[in-house]
């Protein structure tokens, strides 16, 4: 049999704790009586969605400004547009 695609792994709750993202969920889900697994699971799908979306609009506002910088580049616009787009550009490529 093929091995199994996990989506969940333990978590460092003390580091999500951190940002108060665990306490949070935790409380959340208790106030608003999320207790069984379908109700959740229901929420997580949802969230998916919703970040799937946000994903997507981010990858074409990428592509928009990659455009632009491109452009602005070959005009011979000044760096003071040209060099905040590249720094968002390098920040979402990981680049330092």
Avoid: C, F, W
């Amino acid at each position: 049999m093929g091995e199994v695609k996990r989506y969940y792994e333990e978590r460092d709750i003390v580091q999500l704790d951190i940002l108060d993202y665990y306490v949070r969920h935790v409380s959340a889900m208790t106030s608003e009586g999320l207790y069984r697994k379908y109700a959740i699971a229901a929420e997580l799908g949802y969230r998916d969605s919703v970040i799937d979306a946000l994903r997507a609009e981010n990858a074409e506002l990428v592509a928009l400004l990659e455009k632009v910088a491109h452009e602005l580049q070959h005009i011979d616009y000044t760096n003071e547009l040209v060099e905040p787009i590249n720094m968002v550009l390098a920040k979402h490529r990981g680049e330092k």
